[in-house]
Every structure is written in C-alpha cells, then in structure tokens.
C-alpha cells in the first residue's frame, strides 16, 4: 500500500498549521512600553531569569548593547545603558552592578579569578642595561650597606601594606624615597639578570591590586576606569620595587649622600 499521499498531506496540514501561527513576542513589563531603556527597566526584566539561556534571550529580544567575556575561571555579560557599563556574574540570579563600582568592590583573590598576576619573571623580563633602582637610607647605615650589602627589613609602608614581611625597598625614582635618609644607593638589576641572580620581585601590594584593577577594566573595555583608592599619603608609590632577597654589596653604588 503506498502512503506517500498520506504523509504528503500531514506535511501539507503542518505548513499550514505553522503558517496560521501568529508569531508571539513577550510582552514588556507593565510600564516599558515607550520608555527609553534605562537599568531600572533591565533590572526589572531580569527579575525572575533564570540561567545563561533565559538571559540571553531576553537581552536580544529587547534589543539591550551587551557584551560576554569569558575569563580564565569566571564568564561575565556587560550591558551598556545610557553611556555607562553594568556587569551581570551571576546567571542563575542574575543583578545589575555598575562596572566601576564592580571592580572596586573585588577582594585581591576575586580580582585574580579574572585577571592572572604578572609573575616575577616579568619583571625581570623588563630588566635591560639601563634598569637602576634606588635605597634610601640615614649615614649610619652607610658602611654596613657598603660591607654587607642590602638586608632584608621587617618594616612596613602604611596600613595598606602592613603585610608585606621581610623584604629590601628599593624605588625606581630616588626623588620618591629621599625622606627615608640623604644617604641613596644605587642598584644594578642589569648586572643582578647578567650574572643570574633574580630574586623574588612585586610592586607594593596595594599597588599592585590596582594595576589588576586597571588590566581587568581594559579586557571589559572600560578605558576611563580609574582605582577608588589612592595610596599616595601612605608613603606608596607606583615606583617602588621590593625584593624578598637581600641584595649582595658588589651590585650596589652610592649615588647620593
């Protein structure tokens, strides 16, 4: 028995079934028609999503500017609303957060969950036969630097970086440090890299978090992002290099006394 006239017809009855179909679309909560977009309007279409499908879906079908960033452990969506970019991390329950304040608000852990920290090898990648940094310190350290070389201190710069432990402070600018004593020192990283000794090297905590800060804010397109905290009364500065080795004698020179 040939049934290819009955299947032709059931095809036939679903294309005209589909065609009958009205195409339906969501409607806008109470209150958005006719309303320009703003956060509030996204917040209030989010509010019950749940899951990375269902948001998508509705961020195209209402036509919002967004974009998705897959990080090396996290996965984001930013919206762009009015000139002014909002992160969305959480899809189960997804919430709108300001992307600066959003950043600002990252522990040094959460940051890293994003961003991975520039290693030591970096800094001494940068190192070339020009590369100098500089210890301050009061004449009556003068001999014993000169004779042991630079000793690894238990001091602190601040409250912000109280936890840095025992380690030599050097600063790539000397004018930056010369309220620690007229006495400078000057230290060859060139010679350090050329006879292969590299200790451990960072910048001071605090600033380190920022330029984390600042790299992740680039990755989102976030150009304008600045860091809240400003470390400047602290006593840190951007220049300042720590070493977690002390540095022998024959790589110092005095530079200023």
């Known amino acids: 028995m040939n049934l290819n006239w009955y299947k032709s017809a059931q095809e036939q009855e679903s294309f005209q079934f589909y065609e009958d179909m009205e195409p339906?679309?969501?409607?806008?909560?109470q209150?958005?028609?006719?309303?320009?977009?703003?956060?509030?309007?996204?917040?209030?279409?989010?509010?019950?999503?749940?899951?990375?499908?269902?948001l998508t879906m509705i961020l195209r079908r209402y036509g919002f500017n967004w974009e998705e960033y897959r990080f090396n452990v996290n996965h984001i969506i930013t919206v762009n609303l009015s000139g002014?970019?909002?992160?969305?991390?959480?899809?189960?329950?997804?919430?709108?957060?300001e992307a600066s304040e959003w950043i600002d608000g990252m522990?040094?852990?959460?940051?890293?969950?994003?961003?991975?920290?520039?290693?030591?090898?970096?800094?001494?990648?940068?190192?070339?036969g020009g590369s100098r940094v500089y210890h301050a310190t009061t004449p009556?350290?003068?001999?014993?630097?000169?004779?042991?070389?630079?000793?690894?201190?238990?001091?602190?710069?601040?409250?912000?970086?109280?936890?840095?432990?025992?380690?030599?402070?050097?600063?790539?600018?000397?004018d930056d440090i010369d309220s620690y004593g007229p006495v400078i020192f000057e230290v060859n990283l060139w010679q350090m890299k050329q006879s292969g000794f590299t200790p451990d090297a960072s910048r001071e905590t605090p600033i380190e978090e920022n330029e984390t800060k600042k790299s992740l804010a680039h990755q989102i397109n976030l150009y304008d992002y600045e860091p809240s905290s400003d470390f400047g009364w602290e006593g840190l500065?951007?220049?300042?290099?720590?070493?977690?080795?002390?540095?022998p004698a024959k790589y110092l020179s005095l530079y200023e006394e």
Do not use: C
Request: net charge negative; no cysteine; charged share 30%.
């Open 24 to 29: 339906q679309k969501a409607p806008f909560p």
């Open 31 to 54: 209150g958005m028609k006719n309303v320009p977009r703003s956060v509030n309007d996204l917040d209030e279409l989010l509010e019950n999503v749940q899951g990375y499908n269902e």
């Open 84 to 97: 002014k970019t909002y992160v969305i991390e959480d899809f189960n329950y997804p919430e709108t957060k």
């Open 107 to 128: 522990y040094e852990h959460e940051l890293y969950s994003y961003v991975i920290p520039e290693d030591d090898d970096d800094f001494w990648d940068n190192v070339h």
């Open 140 to 174: 009556e350290n003068k001999e014993n630097i000169l004779r042991d070389g630079l000793q690894l201190k238990n001091e602190s710069r601040g409250i912000s970086n109280r936890g840095t432990g025992a380690a030599v402070f050097t600063s790539e600018n000397p």
């Open 237 to 247: 500065y951007e220049t300042t290099v720590i070493f977690y080795e002390p540095i």
